[in-house]
């Protein structure tokens, strides 16, 4: 079973909330043209509309953070495609989702993925690793002669790995410091570690100046741009 991307994009609506105020204990949550392909055993696809749109409950602790998604498994949907699909009548979605936080481009910020996973099993959708922020770590203007300072996120993906060496192209105004020892650190799976690259303007204004940042890593060399001006 996968995602039919064509039908992007999902319309998702508040249905109901479950629990007594101001203490909720899980959000009904309904998506509208979502679409899913099943190639196995026959040819069947699923596709959500307004009168039976697909329902996950998203189950909340008592300080409003969002714990693990389900399906609302008495909500039918129809199939679909070829014969059998249609003698089929009416499926329901079955399984348990996972909610994991990943690091957000802004310092300081996270953000909430959600994956549900179908058939109760399963570790959600791949990711690669990567940086953060990318494609470019941004210091905009930075007064001459002054001293910046920009985090920046190693993000594991769906793989442990070890980290095995950050770099910049060129160390003239860069330069990067490692205080929580990401450099040789191994890095369970969707783990995170920060580092910092900063930058000594120049006694000048008007220059913008550039360079590459290269993490490499046991899975695979990740590449960002600097850039910085005064």
Same mark, same amino acid.
């Given at each position: ?106 310092e300081g910020a996270e953000s909430i993925t959600v ?7 399963? !570790?959600? !959708? ?32 769906? !793989? ?11 160390t003239s105004y860069f330069a990067v410091t490692d ?36 993490? !490499? ?14």
């Amino acid at each position: 079973m996968h995602f039919v991307q064509e039908s992007l994009p999902w319309h998702v609506r508040y249905l109901y909330y479950t629990g007594t105020l101001p203490n909720i204990t899980g959000v009904g949550l309904a998506s509208v043209g979502l679409e899913f392909a099943i190639t196995e055993p026959v040819n069947c696809r699923t596709h959500t509309t307004e009168a039976q749109p697909f329902v996950a409950i998203a189950n909340a602790e008592s300080s409003g953070v969002i714990t693990g998604m389900g399906p609302d498994e008495e909500e039918l949907i129809p199939l679909e495609g070829e014969f059998l699909c249609l003698f089929a009548g009416e499926g329901t979605f079955e399984g348990t989702g996972s909610v994991t936080t990943v690091p957000s481009c802004t310092e300081g910020a996270e953000s909430i993925t959600v994956s549900l996973i179908s058939g109760g099993g399963g !570790e959600g !959708e791949e990711a690669s690793p990567s940086l953060c922020p990318a494609p470019t770590v941004e210091f905009s203007r930075v007064a001459t002669e002054g001293l910046a300072r920009r985090t920046v996120t190693i993000n594991a993906g769906s !793989e442990p790995l070890t980290v095995r060496s950050i770099s910049l192209g060129s160390t003239s105004y860069f330069a990067v410091t490692d205080p929580n020892g990401c450099i040789g650190a191994r890095l369970a799976e969707r783990g995170t570690c920060s580092f910092h690259v900063l930058f000594d303007a120049p006694g000048e204004r008007e220059r913008t100046l550039r360079t590459t940042l290269t993490v !490499e890593t046991s899975i695979r060399t990740l590449e960002d741009a600097v850039a910085a001006s005064t």
